[in-house]
């Protein structure tokens, strides 16, 4: 994650957040966190924990479908779950999360209206938008002429063996959808089927399918062209300036990852809590030039660096925004699309 857009706010001010304490008779209780790596900064941690007088312990997850997989597991204990919004449908449609009390989190009013249009749980019924950003394309401005900022990148037979894709079904077989001018989440078989079709032959273009080296080949040179997450890709920039990233005009999908609390939770007020305060514009504009990613919060907006506000990738024109969606839960729909996708990975 890209933590070099640091702003000139120290965990004191954060701590400064008119939250209750939250220290007991035992001692100090303990908030226990699952999310990504790198997914909250310490001034936003070491605040909240100095204005409640408690404990965040973070466990990590590196895909939701392992987040999922370990909850169903019986794993429990956590208090925050930091998943993907499509994740979240289906956390909710299996009945593992608690709806959340709005009463108790005042500062669901500097949530961005506008992506809440888009996002599934619009409402806020049972999880809080927390980091957002594009699937995107980069490539190297020195090694890539005539770039056009289009999906068709990957068919440029210059570029043979100098790309990757992700190794991530949702993402390549949603790019090709978009390519074709369909939904991201089409379940119509006619599309998916076409969607696969362009998927082989992009695949036949491309270095490999991978979720990790990409970031660091695209900044050494080994490739030329990628589709990564817009954090990771902006952070790797920063080591290569030659690297340009856009949203294809056909658009993309622009994910986001919900803070939500289990129905098992131990500390349900306290979680409660912990989204206000990182929910307040401080601390969201803090957190997300740490992160590198976009916090979905119009209070916060004004107090981000001009540089960071300025990005045209996490903050897109509202004529491209309007063409990218989030990742939807597919539900009984999923055979569908892991079946074009065995043909992707097998042809």
């Known amino acids: ?75 429990s204990g956590y208090d925050i779950l930091v998943p993907s919004s499509y994740t979240v449908q289906v956390l909710q449609r299996k009945s593992m999360l608690t709806p959340l009390d709005h009463a108790k989190l005042p500062n669901l009013k500097n949530v961005d209206a506008t992506y809440l249009a888009k996002a599934a749980d619009s409402k806020m019924a049972f999880s809080v938008p927390y980091m957002t950003a594009p699937t995107c394309l980069s490539y190297l401005a020195s090694k890539v002429a005539d770039p056009v900022e289009s999906w068709s990148m990957l068919d440029r037979p210059d570029l043979k063996g100098r790309i990757t894709m992700l190794d991530d079904m949702r993402e390549v077989l949603g790019a090709a959808l978009k390519f074709l ?34 970031k660091t080949g695209i900044a050494s040179g080994e490739f030329q062209l990628v589709q990564g997450y817009a954090g990771d890709l902006i952070q790797a920039a920063e080591e290569n300036g030659d690297m340009r990233i856009f949203i294809p005009k056909e658009g993309s999908a622009f994910s986001c990852d919900d803070l939500c609390i289990p ?77 074009e996708w065995d043909k992707v990975k097998t042809a």
Request: net charge negative; hydrophobic share 40%; aromatic share 10%.
């Open 1 to 75: 994650m890209n933590r070099r857009h640091f702003i000139a706010t120290t965990s004191a001010a954060l701590a400064a957040t008119s939250l209750p304490s939250c220290k007991s008779s035992g001692g100090k209780k303990t908030l226990t966190v699952f999310t990504w790596a790198d997914y909250l900064s310490e001034n936003a941690k070491a605040g909240f924990e100095k204005a409640h007088g408690c404990t965040v312990v973070v466990d990590t997850f590196d895909s939701n479908e392992a987040m999922l997989a370990k909850l169903e597991s019986g794993a």
């Open 181 to 214: 001018g369909h939904s991201l989440n089409s379940v119509v078989p006619a599309e998916l089927a076409a969607a696969r079709d362009v998927a082989i032959r992009w695949k036949k273009n491309i270095a490999k399918f991978e979720n990790e080296q990409y």
């Open 263 to 339: 129905k098992d939770a131990k500390q349900p007020e306290l979680a409660h809590a912990f989204i206000d305060y990182v929910t307040g514009p401080e601390v969201a504009a803090e957190n997300m030039q740490w992160i590198g990613y976009r916090a979905p919060n119009s209070g916060a907006y004004a107090m981000l660096t001009e540089d960071f506000r300025g990005s045209a990738v996490l903050f897109p024109p509202v004529e491209l925004f309007n063409k990218c969606e989030p990742i939807a839960d597919l539900g009984d729909n999923l055979p569908l699309w892991t079946a």
